[in-house]
């Protein structure tokens, strides 16, 4: 006999309970808007309504934040962290998951505040829809403009767009008519620019009172349609990962013993069956797939998002960071991408720095080669930039220093999305959205040149992102020490020549073989002749520049532009990408 539960009179068995829910499918959401627009306290409205929060969590919130007493703070039940109650925003995304008798929910109530727009970037990164308030008293407001653009670039399609704090506009249906007009012609202008088209919806509601959260509200008879949850209830799941190609990013090869090697990750998309054929990336091999492991046993067939091991049926070199995919339809082999970015640092983005690459499993060095434009959010107009400044949305062109397999953004959002990371602080500077990538050659199947003959000139400045140049600096020790390390910061590959060495002193023509043979090796070789002198001279193929030692980031920002302007640090083009 199975176990049973009582709810309201009526009797459920608990395994049939456990398959309905089972069979239920699932939306995830984000919300977004403006600060203050009542995001917490619409998704608090809305879990509160449905019965998806415990009686113990209402009474610990009952009397306390702002609302009158007696009255609850919607906000309280997803505003979790202290710093958050304290100053009635929300700081992080807040998930939260309920359940109605038609389909499964998981909510990411993300910040309004523009200083957390990469926390709204966040949430909005995995999302099926997005729930866009506006306040009604304030109208579309720049920050409502930036989320929905930002929406708009993860590929989010369906957007509700809720007109909250009706009640302080005493419902008035000509001022909701208003909004609606001007934030659908936002909606079209952002879907031009970004070729995503966005299905909306506008509904009216008041997050405080519940007027069309989850019932339909009688102080507002102009309006016919449906509630906030009816429409959640009756969206399409946007993105079905079933549908796209099979992609496997490796993150783990699995060698318990020498009869067993597996490579274990979880399945970005798409579905694999043994027996199908799978090209491993970057290196471009084929392999069939001999088996699927996984804890409960084999399978014949795995879907995304399922963790497993596969086993091919030949042994090929795969590492940590390698890409599995259908041999019919393989991801794009690049070394240079164009990318849509969202500048989340504070220290704007610098193209003489260094960035390192984190895309799926595998992380790559990367210099941005040039930045497209920056989007003027009031005017949704792409203007020139020479940098990117936190919260700035714009689109780069992006170096890679080694081959890496991946998709379009808009073909794939688990294998085109990527984040940028700053190698010295180790934190999170952008985060990106493939448009375009520029092919490499792949190792062929059987070539065995490509990986184990000798390193070519053209591999090692690909990889170092420079050619071997020799660079003749003279002037004062500190700054000359500057100059180096600020090269080091960008990755270059130097190697340091002391000119005032007695080797160098007793046979001058030494000093010029020391530099040759360096430069022939593809090292940035620093000649270095230090002196008390208020100037320093810096020398490299003919081209020379005297600067004002007294002004250290001029002279070493000047260095940077010199060495680029001769064409040391290599472009896409001389990449012949």
Same mark, same amino acid.
């Given at each position: ?173 000509? /001022?909701?008519?208003? *909004? =609606? $007009? ?5 909606? %079209?202008?952002?879907? !031009?620019?970004?070729?995503?088209? &966005? ?85 471009? /091999?084929?392999?069939? *797939? =001999? $088996? ?5 046993? %084999?399978?014949?067939? !795995?879907?995304?998002?399922?963790? &497993? ?269």
């Amino acid at each position: 006999m199975g176990v049973s539960l009582e709810v309201e009179g009526t009797r459920f068995e608990i395994e049939d309970f456990l398959a309905a829910e089972r069979e239920k499918d699932l939306l995830r959401f984000s919300t977004a808007g403006s600060v203050d627009d009542g995001k917490s306290t619409l998704i608090g409205r809305l879990l509160y309504d449905t019965q998806s929060v415990y009686e113990d969590q209402v009474r610990s919130i009952e009397g306390k934040g702002t609302t009158a007493p007696g009255q609850i703070d919607f906000a309280l039940l997803t505003d979790g962290l202290r710093a958050e109650r304290e100053q009635g925003i929300t700081i992080d995304v807040a998930y939260r998951y309920f359940s109605t008798a038609r389909r499964k929910f998981i909510i990411a109530d993300t910040p309004g505040h523009e200083q957390y727009t990469r926390n709204m970037a966040t949430g909005a990164s995995t999302a099926d829809a997005a729930v866009v308030l506006i306040d009604a008293s304030k109208g579309v407001l720049i920050q409502s403009r930036r989320h929905a653009y930002i929406a708009s670039l993860l590929r989010v399609r369906q957007v509700v767009v809720a007109v909250n704090k009706m009640d302080l506009i005493d419902f008035d249906e000509h /001022r909701f008519r208003a *909004i =609606e $007009r001007d934030f659908s012609s936002v909606l %079209d202008a952002i879907a !031009a620019d970004t070729g995503t088209p &966005v299905e909306r919806v506008f509904v009216p509601v008041s997050a405080l009172g519940g007027d069309n959260v989850v019932h339909r509200s009688d102080a507002m008879p102009w309006y016919r349609g449906p509630s906030l949850l009816e429409l959640l209830e009756s969206l399409p799941a946007a993105h079905d990962k079933l549908s796209e190609h099979f992609r496997f990013p490796v993150q783990r090869v699995l060698r318990p013993d020498q009869s067993f090697r597996g490579f274990a990750g979880q399945i970005a998309s798409g579905s694999i069956r043994v027996g199908d054929d799978v090209t491993v990336l970057p290196s471009g /091999r084929g392999a069939k *797939i =001999e $088996r699927i492991v996984t804890w409960d046993g %084999d399978l014949e067939e !795995a879907v995304a998002p399922l963790s &497993v091991t596969l086993v091919l049926d030949r042994e090929l070199d795969i590492s940590r960071g390698d890409l599995i995919a259908e041999a019919q339809a393989p991801a794009t082999v690049a070394r240079s991408v164009r990318a849509a970015l969202v500048w989340m640092d504070q220290r704007p983005l610098d193209v003489t720095r260094r960035y390192l690459l984190k895309h799926t499993s595998q992380t790559a060095p990367a210099f941005l080669s040039s930045i497209d434009y920056r989007t003027d959010l009031t005017t949704l107009a792409h203007e020139p930039a020479d940098t990117l400044h936190m919260n700035d949305i714009g689109a780069a062109t992006i170096n890679l220093l080694r081959p890496m397999a991946l998709d379009l953004y808009s073909r794939n959002r688990g294998t085109g999305a990527f984040i940028l990371i700053d190698p010295e602080s180790n934190a999170t500077v952008a985060a990106g959205m493939v448009t375009a990538a520029y092919a490499s050659a792949a190792t062929r199947e059987g070539d065995e040149t490509g990986a184990w003959g000798p390193v070519t000139a053209g591999e090692r400045e690909a990889r170092w992102g420079h050619r071997g140049a020799a660079l003749e600096l003279t002037g004062p020790q500190a700054l000359i020490d500057s100059i180096e390390r600020a090269l080091f910061a960008v990755g270059a590959v130097t190697t340091r020549i002391d000119a005032a060495n007695d080797t160098f002193l007793l046979h001058p023509e030494f000093l010029d073989l020391a530099a040759r043979v360096q430069t022939e090796s593809g090292l940035l070789a620093l000649v270095v002749h230090a002196n008390q002198s208020a100037m320093l001279t810096a020398r490299v193929e003919g081209l020379e520049l005297s600067l004002d030692a007294e002004n250290p980031m001029r002279a070493v920002a000047a260095v940077h532009e010199l060495l680029r302007r001769v064409g040391i640090f290599i472009s896409t083009e001389k990449a012949g990408l």
